[in-house]
């Protein structure tokens, strides 16, 4: 599930720009990543996934900004 919503993520943010949705990710995963702190594969995976869920916010920004 939480390569889909990243692939999700990645979808809104080439289609629309939208970094609000991303930040809601950014926000989701890593409440995962603490909350599942004793399943080292699901958080460390819900980390990578905010990592990666926040460098497409900030092209988010950055890319709207250049319009």
């Known amino acids: 599930m939480i390569v889909i919503a ?3 993520g990645v979808l809104i943010t080439v289609t629309r720009r939208d970094s609000g949705y991303v930040f809601v990710l950014v926000w989701s995963f890593a409440g995962i990543s603490l909350k599942q702190a004793d399943v080292p594969l699901v958080a460390n995976a819900a980390w990578v996934a905010t990592l990666f869920a926040l ?3 900030i092209y988010s920004i950055i890319a709207r900004r250049r319009k």
Do not use: D, H, P, S
């Open 55 to 57: 460098g497409l916010a």
């Open 6 to 8: 990243t692939v999700l």
